[in-house]
């Protein structure tokens, strides 16, 4: 509790530098925050022509492009939260060293930058709904916080474990971005869950990402509230980040030394 207490009275700093890191990323871009929506565009785009023209997937009444986006957009927020928070610290270790500041700052600052470009990516969202004519479904817009808290959780979990790690052990960073590729086909962004055997399926879900993604798709696709994966989950998220909470903690004496 001290050191969520800690945290808090350090939000001033939280927000500062997580606006630092939006500065730094967009300062001297020609095209600047449109790199948020181009990025999962493209992908989608790509995705759209293999897997409705090459090898057809059936995702039902629903167009592949907008099936595509609604999960390309959340993924691509843990990928890019992941990668930075994994090198928050080892960023800016200059600070680390000589200035006492809750350490976790760095990198839950990284998770908040990247938290709006998820916002930026979403607004193209918004058109291709009013392009396809996807009904709203207003109840179920009362759970897209929910099932958003649940994944700032999982990240946040997952990114304090990899920040500290990565002071540790440098390798962590290649093996990070070869967990996200694999998990990636792991979860249901290219492909819906009906083409998981219904046998695998309780397995499937215990990939928090999996109910993540296909919560999303039922409030904003099919106008339908979550499944009981939307709470399956949410328990592992917030475990993950106990975890990585308390882990961190664990170590954080450590990091000036081992620098």
Do not use: C
Not at 74 to 86: E, G, I, K, R, V
Not at 96 to 117: G, H, N, Q, S, W
Not at 153 to 166: E, W
Not at 236 to 256: C, D, M, N
């Amino acid at each position: 509790m001290e050191n969520i207490k800690a945290l808090s009275n350090s939000k001033d700093l939280l927000i500062g530098w997580a606006g630092r890191t939006i500065r730094g990323r967009y300062q001297q871009s020609l095209l600047g925050w449109l790199w948020a929506i181009i990025q999962p565009a493209a992908s989608v785009l790509i995705f759209s022509v293999i897997f409705t023209q090459f090898v057809p997937i059936d995702t039902g009444d629903i167009p592949y492009p907008i099936f595509s986006y609604v999960a390309v957009v959340p993924w691509a927020f843990l990928a890019s939260s992941l990668t930075d928070m994994s090198i928050s610290l080892v960023s800016n270790m200059s600070l680390v060293t000589k200035i006492y500041f809750p350490r976790e700052v760095l990198p839950v600052a990284a998770m908040l930058a990247r938290l709006l470009d998820f916002g930026i990516s979403s607004g193209l969202l918004i058109v291709l709904m009013i392009i396809y004519r996807v009904e709203i479904f207003p109840l179920g817009l009362i759970f897209l916080p929910v099932i958003l808290l649940v994944q700032i959780a999982l990240v946040t979990g997952l990114g304090l474990i990899a920040a500290a790690l990565n002071i540790f052990y440098r390798d962590v960073q290649p093996l990070l971005t070869l967990v996200i590729q694999v998990w990636f086909y792991a979860s249901p962004i290219i492909y819906p869950i009906s083409m998981v055997p219904s046998k695998y399926q309780t397995l499937y879900f215990l990939n928090p990402m999996a109910g993540i993604l296909e919560s999303y798709r039922d409030i904003l696709l099919r106008q339908s509230l979550p499944g009981n994966y939307l709470m399956i989950a949410g328990v592992i998220s917030f475990l993950i980040l106990i975890l990585g909470y308390w882990f961190f903690k664990r170590v954080e004496h450590l990091f000036a030394d081992i620098v």
